[in-house]
């Protein structure tokens, strides 16, 4: 992982395919929209390579796990999405890969809930800025 951004078909990729794991999981909004916020962060501030799959099916499921472990839904333990992504996704189920982006994840904790704060907030005052703009 590097401080460059990572290629725009990559982007995609990774976002469909979090999407999808995370229906398959059926994680709450709250930690989706962590776990989405997350990949975000991490596609625009670090390279991530393409190669092997394993890799990046690692790096959704370690976003899923940081974004409940940030949010406490004690819900999602380790195992359970690795059984279930390899079943109904195809992933490869390597809890070491998930492991060490997991670990890496918690390093970028405080720069990226302060992020997720900040943005978090502008979505919530344009939603509101809309929504008087309409009455209007």
């Known amino acids: ?6 290629p725009k078909s990559l982007h995609v990729l990774l976002k469909c395919e979090l999407s999808k794991l995370i229906k398959v999981l059926k994680l709450p909004d709250n ?3 962590l776990a ?3 990949l975000e ?18 790096f ?20 359970d999405p690795l059984a279930l992504a390899a079943s109904c996704l195809n992933y490869e189920r390597n809890e070491e890969f998930a492991g060490v982006f997991y670990k ?3 390093a970028l904790k405080e ?4 992020l997720v704060k900040t943005e978090t907030k502008w979505r919530m005052v344009n939603f509101h800025h809309r929504r008087a703009h309409l009455r209007t």
């Open 60 to 79: 959704n499921i370690a976003s899923c796990w940081r974004a409940a472990s940030l949010l406490k839904y004690n819900k999602l333990d380790h195992r």
């Open 111 to 114: 720069k990226v809930m302060c």
């Open 41 to 58: 962060y991490l596609l625009k501030n670090h390279l991530i390579v393409r190669e092997p799959w394993g890799i990046l099916h690692g």
């Open 1 to 6: 992982v590097g401080n460059l951004s990572t």
């Open 36 to 38: 989405e916020q997350l």
């Open 104 to 106: 890496k994840f918690a």
């Open 31 to 33: 930690v989706r929209l």
